[in-house]
């Protein structure tokens, strides 16, 4: 049977809404994208001129940093609105200075890059943090080469070069853990399907 105009016409209608309402529920989550991703800036500027406040007062007088002594000891924290850091990594090619939370979960990395496992003391640190662009975002521009420093709360200075860069499954857990990366960062891909992963050397002072 033959479809009259008007039900063509109905049908166009509904196509139409349809694809408006798709269109205004992208645009909605675009926004809200957006958002949590200025937040997580300003989130990350308010603690990293804490943490650094707090650097600055550390006072450490041994010869021999307390580290180097006991390398299995854990890493000092300060405690911000509730939450503990380890301190702070830059990344001066992409212009970021962020502050590290001891430990990651989905709610802590709305807010800061966090300690994964491992530690900078052991030679094992692994970091992870959303794909903000005020977070890890931009990861995927690094090359091999470019430098970063990481910064304890008790002011020690770890300088590391990065010389590898890799795409993990996002199931890859135990790639993720292998290998003798002195530190490595990571992050999601857009749409989260894989790990944008940075791995680093340290250069010894």
Sequence with gaps: MMRGKSEKKRDGIVLMSLGLLLLIAALLLMGYNLREEER?????????????????NSEWDEEIPLYEQHPDMEMPVVEIEGNLYIGTLEIPVLELSLP?????????LKISPCRYLGSVYQGDLILAAHNYKTHFGRL???????????????????????????????????????????????????????RVTVRCAEIKQ
């Design 100 to 108: 590290i939370m001891e430990n990651w979960d989905y709610d802590k």
């Design 140 to 194: 995927k521009d690094l090359m091999i080469g470019d430098q970063l420093k990481f910064t304890d709360i008790d002011g020690n200075e770890f300088l590391y070069e990065v010389v590898e860069m890799d795409i993990l499954e996002k199931t890859a857990v135990e790639e993720m853990e292998a290998g003798d990366w002195e530190l490595t960062l990571f992050t999601c891909t857009p749409g989260g399907n894989a």
């Design 40 to 56: 997580a800036g300003e989130n990350a500027n308010q603690k990293i001129t804490f943490i650094q406040k707090e650097i600055e």
